[in-house]
């Protein structure tokens, strides 16, 4: 039972390329979660999902892409990465019943140049 | 939108003080979680507070819920250097359909000085 795991852990981009953060959950959670971390400002939802074939936008959706096809995974697309977008980015999964917290991955540390 | 503000953003204590962080909602809130995030780490899932005025402890962590159901708090009693770190509240709006939808405070950061 590996949990939650983000693939790339380190990533450097130049501004204008896109690239895709993977990440997959072996635990039959049908809640998966990316969030971005940046210092002072918390963690902020970037979109959400609440099951495979749906997904909904978070705070700051703008510039990223999501897709539910399967349980397991929620992959997070940059269309076009922006120096803004330098960030930590985490995923996050967890089971529907109510009582149930959220399991993070271990994070994608992510620098636009 | 629901915000979630969490003061104070920075705590620095010395080993043995208390330490309590604060949680507001500008909305009523379903439910309220909290999580902890050690330096360079994710966070960590603490424990989550569903009814109004609940009150629920883990060692020297206690958390409460308030009464509105719009504010949040998380002490703990007598720090310890293993208790450094960044602590989170979250919450969901209460109504709704965005039940996968959590909202995180911005966290404050606790330093303990041995």
């Known amino acids: 039972n590996a949990g939650v795991t983000q693939t790339p852990k380190f990533q450097v981009l130049k501004t204008g390329q896109s690239m895709t953060l993977q990440c997959a959950q072996d635990?039959?959670?049908?809640?998966m979660s990316w969030y971005r971390q940046d210092p002072g400002m918390g963690l902020r939802l970037i979109h959400y999902?609440?099951?495979?074939?749906?997904?909904d936008q978070g705070e700051v959706p703008n510039g990223y892409n999501v897709s539910r096809s399967t349980t397991e995974d929620f992959p997070l697309r940059l269309l076009s990465a922006a120096p803004s977008q330098t960030s930590v980015y985490f995923c996050?999964?967890?089971?529907?019943?109510?009582?149930?917290?959220?399991?993070f991955g271990s994070g994608t540390r992510l620098t636009v140049v | 939108g629901q915000q979630v503000m969490q003061i104070p953003q920075y705590q620095h204590v010395q080993e043995g003080e208390d330490f309590t962080t604060y949680c507001n909602s500008s909305?009523?809130?379903?439910?309220i979680q909290w999580y902890k995030q050690r330096p360079g780490g994710h966070p960590v899932f603490l424990i989550q507070?569903?009814?109004?005025?609940e009150v629920k402890k883990q060692k020297r962590l206690t958390f409460q819920f308030g009464e509105a159901k719009k504010n949040s708090s998380l002490h703990i009693t007598a720090t310890q250097t293993t208790d450094v770190g960044t602590y989170f509240c979250?919450?969901?709006?209460?109504?709704?359909?965005?039940?996968?939808?959590?909202?995180f405070g911005q966290g404050t950061i606790l330093t303990v000085h041995p």
């Open positions: 996050a999964s967890r089971r529907r019943q109510a009582n149930y917290g959220y399991t």
């Open positions: 635990m039959n959670h049908e809640y």
């Open positions: 999902s609440v099951g495979a074939g749906i997904t």
């Open positions: 909305t009523t809130l379903s439910n």
């Open positions: 507070l569903v009814k109004s005025g």
């Open positions: 979250a919450g969901r709006g209460a109504g709704g359909t965005s039940y996968g939808k959590l909202t």
